[in-house]
C-alpha cells in the first residue's frame, strides 16, 4: 500500500479531526451571530412614546372620570396601524389631571366606571377601584395604573405606556 | 466531559457501530479534493434551509404585504440584509457547486454501473433545485419577480395539449396574483423541501450502498483506499469553509435591492432571469416563430430526457476519458454552447445603456412644476410657450439651460416663463431631462 492512500494515524489524524473542528465551530458562529441578532432585535426595540393631545382640560368635569380617546399611530414591524385606546382622565379640583390606563392591572381586562356606585369596576375577575384608583374590592395586586400626563396650553398630553399584570408593583412593559 | 456524556449515551444507544458505518466509509484510492462537489451542494443546500427558515420569521406570503416584508427584512431588521443575501447567493452558489458535482461525475464515468440510480435520483435533485428557484424568484414580489415569472410561466404554457391548464395550475386562476404568491410560497417552503430530504437521504443512501466510485484511474483505485473520516472529512470542511466565505462576502459587499413593487399593468418592464437560466433566455432568441414552442419545452424536456438515459444510453463500461471520447465530446459540446449562449446573453445585458435615474426625476419635476401648463411635449401640454419635444435640438448647451432655469430672462429676453425654486439637484436632473428631448 502507498503512502497516503491509507487512513492517517497518530498526530496527523488529529490535526485533521481538531481543524474540522475547528472550521465546523467557525461557521457556526460566524452564522448564529447575524441569525440571533437577527431573530432577537426587533423584541429589544422600545417603542417611542409619544405625548398625544386629548383635548381642553378645561371641557373636563372636576370630579368626574372621563373616558378620552387616545390615537396614535403604532408601527407593527412592517406595517403601520392606527389604533385607538380609551384611557379614563379624572380632572381634580387643583386643575390638574390624573391619567388611568384602560387596563385593570389585575389581569389586563378593561374596565368601566359605575356612575351609581361612583367606582371603576372590572367585569372579569370583580376587581373593584375608587375615582382615585385604590383597590377597594377583588384580587387587583396594585392601584390603577396612572399614565404620564401633563398639560400645555390647556391641552392635557398624555403618553400611552402599558404596565405588567398581576404584580404588585408598577412595571413598564 | 463531552467525551463521558458521549460514552453515556453510546452504553445506552450503541452508537460505536453506526459510527463506524457513517465515517469508516472506504475511499478507493484515497480521499480528494475531486470529491468535495458533493459536500459542497449538500452544505450549501443546508445553508439555504436554515436562512430561508429566517427569513420566513418575518416573511408574509401575500400580493399587499410580500414586498413590504422582504423590504423591512432588508432595511430594519438586524441583520436582515445579511440574511437574504446569504439566501440570495447562496441560491447562485448551490447551482454552481451542482453544476461542479455533476461536471465531476460525469468526466470520472462516476455515473456508470453500478451508479446508475445515484445519477438518476441526482438528476430529479437537480430539477427540484430549479423548482426551488423558479418558485423563490417570485416571492419578493418586485417588477423583476413578477415579470420574470409571468415569462416562466408562460414558457409552460407552450407545452402541447396541457400547456393551458398547467398555466392555470401554477397560477392557481387566470391570473398571476394573490393565489399563485401563495401556492409558490407553499411549494417552496412546504412541498418541494419534503420532496428533496427525501431525494438526497435517497442519494446518499445509494451511495453508500455501492460506495464512492473513487477515481477514473484502475491502477490508483487498486493502489489502496482510505476511510472517509478524517482527511475527506476534513477536505470537504476546508470546501466548506471557501464557500461559506464566499456566499457570505458576496452577502456583505453585494447589495440586492428590491426592484419596484410589482406592477402588473406596467408593461414597460424588462425581467431578467437569474443567470443559471440566462443561456435558456438567449437560446429562445434564436427560436424563430413556429420553433418557439418547441424550444420553450421541448429542449428542456429533451434535456432533462437525455440526462436521465445517459447512464443507460452510455453502456461502455470504461471509466477512463480516453477511452470515452464520444460521450466527453458531446458534453464538451454542450458545455461550449450553454457557456456561449451565456456569455452573449450577459454581454448583450451590460450593453443595454442604463437608464440614468436623474431622467425620471427630471420628469417628475415637470409634471409637479406643470410645465405643460404653457408648455408643449410631444403632443401634451398648451402651446403657450415653446414646444420642447425637439429642444435639446435647438439648444444642445447644457449651461444655456441651467441658466435658464435659474433666471430665464438672462438668456431669453422678454420671456414670460417665471422663476422657480430649484436647488443644484433638481437644476441638473430638469437639465438631463432636456437634453434628451432631441430628434435622434
Excluded at chain 2, 454552481?96 to 441526482?122: C, N, S, T
Aim: net charge neutral.
Amino acid at each position: 500500500m502507498e503512502d497516503g492512500l491509507s487512513t492517517p494515524v497518530g498526530t496527523r489524524r488529529s490535526f485533521f479531526v481538531k481543524t474540522t473542528l475547528f472550521i465546523s465551530s467557525l461557521i457556526g458562529i460566524s452564522l448564529a451571530i447575524p441569525l440571533i441578532g437577527y431573530v432577537i432585535a426587533p423584541t429589544l426595540q422600545r417603542r417611542n412614546k409619544e405625548w398625544v393631545a386629548l383635548g381642553k382640560t378645561d371641557e373636563l368635569p372636576v370630579g368626574e372620570p372621563k373616558a378620552l380617546d387616545y390615537a396614535m399611530t403604532e408601527k407593527d414591524g412592517w406595517q403601520e396601524s392606527h389604533t385607538t385606546k380609551g384611557v379614563w382622565a379624572v380632572k381634580q379640583p387643583n386643575g390638574e389631571v390624573t391619567v388611568f390606563s384602560p387596563i385593570c392591572p389585575h389581569l389586563g381586562c378593561g374596565y368601566r366606571w359605575d356612575q351609581q356606585d361612583r367606582l371603576f369596576k372590572c367585569p372579569c375577575h370583580g376587581s373593584v377601584y375608587d375615582i382615585n384608583g385604590t383597590v377597594k374590592a377583588g384580587p387587583a395586586p396594585r392601584p390603577l395604573d396612572t399614565l404620564p400626563s401633563k398639560i400645555e396650553n390647556g391641552d392635557l398630553l398624555v403618553q400611552y405606556e402599558e404596565f405588567k399584570s398581576g404584580l404588585a408593583k408598577k412595571v413598564e412593559l | 466531559m463531552a467525551s463521558r456524556l458521549y460514552q453515556w449515551i453510546d452504553q445506552r444507544l450503541k452508537l460505536k457501530p453506526l459510527e463506524q458505518t457513517l465515517l469508516n466509509e472506504p475511499i478507493p484510492g484515497g480521499a480528494s479534493w475531486n470529491y468535495v462537489f458533493g459536500s459542497a451542494t449538500l452544505f450549501l443546500f443546508g445553508l439555504q434551509a436554515l436562512t430561508g427558515m429566517f427569513l420566513m420569521i418575518y416573511y408574509v406570503p401575500s400580493t399587499d404585504h410580500a414586498y413590504d416584508t422582504v423590504q423591512y427584512i432588508q432595511q430594519e431588521v438586524w441583520g436582515g440584509w445579511f440574511v437574504r443575501g446569504l439566501h440570495h447567493w447562496g441560491a447562485s452558489a448551490v447551482m454552481m457547486a451542482i453544476g461542479l458535482h455533476m461536471l465531476q461525475v460525469f468526466f470520472d464515468g462516476a455515473y456508470k454501473r453500478p451508479r446508475e440510480l445515484m445519477w438518476v435520483v441526482g438528476v430529479l435533485l437537480l430539477a427540484i433545485m430549479l423548482g426551488f428557484g423558479f418558485t423563490g424568484y417570485l416571492l419578493p414580489w418586485d417588477q423583476n419577480a413578477y415579470w420574470a415569472t409571468q415569462v416562466g410561466i408562460n414558457m409552460v404554457g407552450s407545452v402541447p395539449l396541457i400547456g393551458d391548464f398547467l398555466v392555470k395550475f401554477l397560477r392557481g386562476g387566470e391570473t398571476l396574483g394573490a393565489l399563485t404568491i401563495s401556492r409558490f410560497f407553499a411549494i417552496h417552503v412546504a412541498f418541494l423541501p419534503a420532496i428533496i430530504v427525501f431525494g438526497i437521504m435517497l442519494h446518499l443512501f445509494i451511495l453508500r450502498r455501492v460506495g464512492p466510485a473513487g477515481p477514473h484511474d484502475e491502477a490508483r483505485a487498486k493502489a489502496g483506499s482510505e476511510t472517509f473520516y478524517p482527511r475527506q472529512v476534513f477536505m470537504d470542511a476546508v470546501v466548506m469553509l471557501v464557500v461559506f466565505g464566499i456566499v457570505s462576502l458576496l452577502a456583505f459587499s453585494v447589495e440586492f435591492p428590491l426592484a419596484d413593487r410589482a406592477d402588473p399593468s406596467d408593461h414597460s418592464f424588462i425581467p431578467v432571469p437569474e443567470w443559471y437560466f440566462l443561456f435558456f433566455y438567449q437560446l429562445l432568441k434564436y427560436a424563430p416563430g413556429a420553433w418557439g414552442p418547441l424550444a420553450t419545452w421541448l429542449l428542456p424536456t429533451l434535456f432533462f430526457t437525455g440526462l436521465l438515459l445517459l447512464p443507460f444510453v452510455d453502456r461502455n463500461p470504461e471509466r477512463h476519458p480516453s477511452s470515452r471520447r464520444v460521450v466527453l465530446g458531446a458534453g464538451l459540446g454542450f458545455l461550449i454552447i450553454v457557456f456561449g449562449l451565456l456569455s452573449i446573453s450577459l454581454r448583450d445585458l451590460y450593453a443595454v445603456p442604463k437608464r440614468d435615474p436623474s431622467l425620471a426625476r427630471g420628469m417628475a419635476l415637470v409634471e409637479e412644476y406643470k410645465c405643460q401648463t404653457c408648455h408643449r411635449i410631444h403632443g401634451e401640454g398648451a402651446n403657450l410657450a415653446p414646444d420642447l419635444s425637439y429642444v435639446a435640438d435647438r439648444r444642445p448647451d447644457r449651461n444655456w439651460h441651467l441658466q435658464h432655469f435659474k433666471d430665464p430672462q438672462s438668456v431669453s429676453p422678454g420671456s414670460f416663463m417665471p422663476k422657480f425654486a430649484l436647488n443644484d439637484k433638481q437644476l441638473n436632473d430638469l437639465t438631463n431631462y432636456m437634453l434628451t428631448l432631441r430628434s435622434e
